[in-house]
């Protein structure tokens, strides 16, 4: 179990133009992702997704707050003593072509760390080769035909496949798989989403998803948790099929109206939200930090700043003050 | 120490992606492939061009010898519509795009076939001089990853004016409004992003620089590829929304290229699919949507991961996507990932057969349409 209390980080810009500008990309957030769980983030480019995937996964400090691993607060430990903890969470990222040095086979990309491993707990050289394998097979790949080949031979797809069975040989408890599947081909990235959902069932491996498409969110397991994240903040969250079908918040409902339709095969929700204008990370907001952008803002929404929770009796939570149902999202024709 | 390997690489990658971001200077050439009424900025053409792609086939040398990236399509962009291309990676979706302009590199080159542009002739007999400016009256060019396409040491301002210049624009003035306005439409501050450096903007926001540029000369045929990849949905759907805008208000011709099935559902009138380099379906957007006939489309659309309805209803496709070297010389490049193969497939290329409309090269499909024609008769 992985818990987040009220994590917070500010970024100060560099650059001539935007220099001093601050960034608050997390104002306090809160998470809690159950072992062989699924929680997703989402939200748009900028809004603290990656901050806080990185955060969690120990690559980026944080400015306060608390990530708890198994009931250990990370604050209370040494940097040496966390090591062990964030290891266990490996980071996927979006790009499988830089991911993998590009001079080294898959067999050399497996066996440095596999061998490490080897070393730390007194196996063997077969073991090594052995695990290689079964972790290529894992993942759906055919290890006689990858093992030997240079990343720039393998299609997206495999590559992805590639860096996830690297990030499974530390047997880790987390991935933080960031956009993992937008570089992907198409036809290909509902192989990748199934993999994750896999790993969840038969390793018990938790999965943190991060990404601005909503739809990919249901297929690493519609039991998954979803944030909607806008400014740093956490603007709605609950179980990720409740959300999807009756969104309350209009940010939640401007991103589920961005996806586009496919006409012929679709007919667009009839209440589709158009946000105004464009993300300003470094504005200051004394009210809701979407109100300059929301259709529905009212004066209450300019002054006072909505926290999350179930106001109005919604079964998810929401940080909105007038939290109403909308039909959003796009139907199959000949589905009501 | 333990270092966890993909903390390690990412590094490295990191590292990677930088030096291609700075690589170069693109922006240059980017420029000089956008469009202008040369000499002056005011639109007095007659509408929006046609264009005619017949028997276009286009290789890349390899240590294999010449490969075909585009083999053989026959396309027409109606004049005033938008055509959308959708392919996966390698399909040669980008390398249709450049034959538009007669901008394929070596070690490409077109082999065969022409590119009609109305008010221009064959653009694949162009050369040299006549080529840049034909390319500079006519033809606005947004390239893939226009996110890293500009000049890391110029502002978007001072590119900006180069541009101006390099098209004998005497009104700078005049295109510095016009860039501010659909910097404008486009969600951003203008003057601000025009006093920017590359680095200073995001991913986003470079995106809508690039589509500014292919824009603010008005050409009246302008070529979209990727415009909206690695963005995320809310900036996605601002930009295709702008893109209709423009294309309506100017009269233009679009063509725009896609690995996202939904950005041309979204925008586009007219829908081609390609597959290892051929057109394999093509016809009205939402027709094809609403009933593909080709069992790659079909198999593309039931991968598309969906906000609605059972999950297993959407499934991945079988196999993967050819590359330049594995696309099969004979038969149907379809086959491996094909449920409805036949022996003709395996040694006859299926020829693209009109169906009114709609145009499908596929074996199955043809002989289907025969058989209901049959049972009519
Ligand atoms: N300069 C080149 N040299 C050799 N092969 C090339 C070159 N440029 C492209 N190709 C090959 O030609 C084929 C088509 O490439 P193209 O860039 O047109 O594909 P695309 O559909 O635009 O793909 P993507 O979705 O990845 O942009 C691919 O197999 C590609 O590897
Ligand atoms: N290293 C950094 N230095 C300065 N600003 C940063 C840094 N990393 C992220 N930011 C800023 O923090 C905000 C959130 O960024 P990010 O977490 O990458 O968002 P997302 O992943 O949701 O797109 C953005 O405004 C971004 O520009
Ligand atoms: S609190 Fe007000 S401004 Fe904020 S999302 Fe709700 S209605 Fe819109
Ligand atoms: S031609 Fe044959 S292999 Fe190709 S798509 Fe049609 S049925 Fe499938
Ligand atoms: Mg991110
Ligand atoms: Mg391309």
Known sequence: MITGQHITKTFRQRGSVLAGREVKALRGVDFAIP??????FIGESGCGKTTLGRIIAGLESHDSGEIIIDGTPM?????????????????????????????????????????????????????????ARELLELVGLDPGYVLPRYPHQLSGGMRQRVVIARALTVDPEMLVADEAVSMIDVSLRLGILALLKDLRESLGVSVLFITHDVATARYIGDDGELYVIYRGQV??????????????????????????????????????????????????????????????????????????????????????????PRDVVAMPIGRS | MFVPAEKVSMTLGERLSAAVGVRGDRSVEAARNTGAAEGTRDARRSGPPGVRIRDLSVVYRTAAGELPAVSGIDLDLPPGTITGVVG??????????????????????IRSGS???????????????????????????????????????????????DLGRSHEIRDLRGLVRDAKDLLGRMGMDGARVLDSHQHELSGGMRQRVGIM??????????????????????????????????????????????????????????????????VVEQGPTTEVLGAPRHPYTQGLIRAIPRLVGDLGEARALPGRPPTLGTVP????????????????????????????????ACHAVAARDAETREEKE
């Open chain 1, 35 to 40: 072992k062989g769980g699924a929680a997703s």
């Open chain 1, 75 to 131: 604050s209370s430990l040494r940097p040496r003593q966390r090591e062990p903890y964030f290891r266990r969470i490996q980071l996927i990222h979006q790009d499988p072509y830089s991911a993998l040095n590009p001079t080294r086979t898959v067999h050399q990309t497996l066996d440095a760390p596999l061998s490490l491993r080897a070393g730390q707990t007194g196996r063997s050289r077969s073991w090594v080769d052995g695990r």
């Open chain 1, 235 to 324: 603007v709605e969250r609950g179980h990720v099929e409740t959300i999807i079908s009756d969104p309350v918040h209009p940010y939640t409902q401007s991103l589920l109206s961005a996806i586009p339709v496919l006409h012929g095969l679709e007919r667009p929700g009839e209440q589709r939200v158009t946000p105004a204008g464009a993300l300003d990370e470094s504005r200051h907001d004394a009210g809701c930090l979407f109100a300059r952008r929301c259709p529905f803002s009212t004066g209450r929404c300019e002054s006072e700043q909505p926290v999350l929770g179930h106001g109005g009796d919604t079964p998810q939570e929401h940080a909105c003050f007038h939290p109403t």
């Open chain 2, 88 to 109: 996966e990676s390698g399909s040669g979706k980008s390398t249709l795009a450049l034959s538009l302009l007669n901008a394929v590199q070596p070690p490409g080159r």
């Open chain 2, 115 to 161: 590119v009609e542009i109305d008010g221009l002739g064959d653009v694949t007999r162009l050369r040299g001089e006549n080529l840049r400016k034909a390319r500079g009256r006519h033809i606005g060019y947004v390239f893939q990853a226009a996110q890293n396409s500009l000049n890391p040491l110029k502002t978007v301002g001072k590119q900006l004016l």
């Open chain 2, 213 to 278: 540029f292919a824009l603010v000369l008005n050409a009246h045929l302008v070529v979209l590829d990727e415009p909206t990849t690695a963005l995320d949905m809310i900036t996605q759907a601002t930009i295709l929304r702008i893109v209709r805008e423009v294309h309506e208000e100017r009269g233009l011709t679009t063509f725009i290229i896609t690995h996202d099935l939904g950005v041309v559902a979204e925008i586009a009138d007219r829908l081609a699919i390609m597959y290892g380099g051929r």
């Open chain 2, 329 to 360: 010389s004979r038969g149907c490049v379809f086959r491996e990932r094909c449920d409805l193969r036949m022996d003709v497939c395996e040694t006859e290329e299926p020829p693209a057969v009109p169906y009114g409309e709609w145009i499908v």
